[in-house]
T-cell receptor
Framework: LAKTTQPISMDSYEGQEVNITCSHN???????ITWYQQFPSQGPRFIIQ???TKVTNEVASLFIPADRKSSTLSLPRVSLSDTAVYYC????????????FGQGTTLQVKP | ETGVTQTPRHLVMGMTNKKSLKCEQH?????MYWYKQSAKKPLELMFV???????ENNSVPSRFSPECPNSSHLFLHLHTLQPEDSALYLC???????????????FGPGTRLTVL
């Protein structure tokens, strides 16, 4: 299963766009890239998933370059309620559901 | 509300006790999971069930015993636990493994377990 590396923490201010980059140099051909959000004392919440290029939903965008060795989660106009831990996961090849969570990125949004 | 409920939300038990954690999903999913989240550590996948069949046991000690009687319910039976087993235990569900959205897992709120 591919290992991921992402910043331990990031700070931002309300209304800004936040980009969190994750590197996954050993991603396998069949691996998907999935991002989750977790608030304290709650279970993680699925944000977005992609395989290549760009994926957008009502919450975020996911940018994946052609070599797929990294990905960037983009959160437009963050608010205080976006303060959370964000996890980048790579794996689940063939959609096996076996996701490996790393340390995640703690995003702190300030007023 | 994610459609996945867990009971109890908090549990304190002694090392000689036997207790069970319950998870129920109302999403029509066919895959269910147990995760453990200890303080300052990443979530650890423990067990995976697909259509009631266990497909993954991530080297979990036998003092943790899962049970999946149907696709909507998942239990984690606990006995003779150790203090280091204190953690947040999370249940999740998803569409069946190998389905296009199997990686989109829905998590319950967790059970905060303290072993004395």
């Amino acid at each position: 299963l591919a290992k991921t590396t992402q910043p331990i923490s990031m700070d931002s201010y309300e209304g800004q766009e936040v980009n969190i980059t994750c590197s996954h140099n050993n991603i396998a051909t069949n691996d998907y890239i999935t991002w989750y959000q977790q608030f304290p004392s709650q279970g993680p919440r699925f944000i977005i998933q992609g395989y290549k290029t760009k994926v957008t939903n009502e919450v975020a965008s996911l940018f994946i370059p052609a070599d797929r060795k990294s990905s960037t989660l983009s959160l437009p106009r963050v608010s205080l309620s976006d303060t959370a831990v964000y996890y980048c996961l790579v794996g689940g090849s063939g959609n096996t559901g076996k996701l490996i969570f790393g340390q995640g990125t703690t995003l702190q949004v300030k007023p | 509300e994610t459609g996945v409920t867990q009971t109890p939300r908090h549990l304190v038990m002694g090392m000689t006790n036997k207790k069970s954690l319950k998870c129920e999903q109302h999403l029509g999913h066919n895959a269910m999971y147990w995760y453990k989240q200890s303080a300052k550590k990443p979530l650890e996948l423990m067990f995976v069930y697909n259509f009631k069949e266990q497909t993954e046991n991530n080297s979990v000690p036998s003092r943790f015993s899962p049970e999946c009687p149907n696709s909507s319910h998942l239990f984690l039976h606990l006995h003779t636990l150790q203090p280091e087993d204190s953690a947040l235990y999370l249940c999740a569900s998803s569409p069946p493994l190998l389905a296009p959205r199997a990686n989109e897992q829905f998590f319950g709120p967790g059970t905060r377990l303290t072993v004395l």
